[in-house]
């Protein structure tokens, strides 16, 4: 059976590029069913026009409060019947009414080695703080930021000449990798868990 998945994005919308090209790629066990972003301009919604994937703009303003606003989200995810929502930056923190719909549905990335450098601008916490070995993370969500369980890390190397641009260009490229994999690992029902640790089995 395939796999229902909403993409939920703010900005360029690279990683759901990457999910949408794993998805049309033969026997991928997964397929985008809606795209649905939080900001009226995100590219990310363009992608999904020349996908011909659903996609919505649902935005925080036109709601009471964010709940209203979460619970909106969670409507449209029924409507499309979503088995599994990827967050692909998507800058909104969902609060514990929205995660208790969801447990262990939501999968985040984050372009650092969780748990360090959680939160806004990682590339460049880690190029401030010096270390030689980046990456990014994907992780179940839960209330807290950047928490949940870690589902896969893929590491990527600094060097002493990189810009924040240049370390973001190569964990953006990890990313992409990891996302898709990620996905059809849960696809594939291969999620084992040791307490509150998860592992993906081959
Ligand atoms: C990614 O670096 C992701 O790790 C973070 O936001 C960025 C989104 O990039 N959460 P894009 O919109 O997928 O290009």
Known sequence: ???????????????????IDACAMKNFPAEIVCVISNKVDAYALERAKKAHIPSYAILPKDFEDRLA????????MKEYNVDLICFAGFLWLVGAWF????????????PSLLPAFKGLHAPRQALERGVKIAGCTVHYVVEEMDEGAILAQTTVPVYSNDTEETLKMRIHYAEHQT????????????????????????
């Open 1 to 19: 059976m395939t796999l229902k998945i909403a993409v939920c994005a703010s900005g360029n919308g690279s990683n759901l590029q990457a999910i």
């Open 69 to 76: 606003f979460e619970k909106a989200l969670h409507a449209k």
């Open 99 to 110: 995660c208790e719909q969801w447990p262990n549905k939501i999968l985040n990335m984050h």
């Open 179 to 202: 996302f898709p994999y990620v996905i059809r690992a849960v696809a594939e029902n291969r999620i084992t868990w040791k307490g509150n640790n998860a592992y993906i089995s081959s």
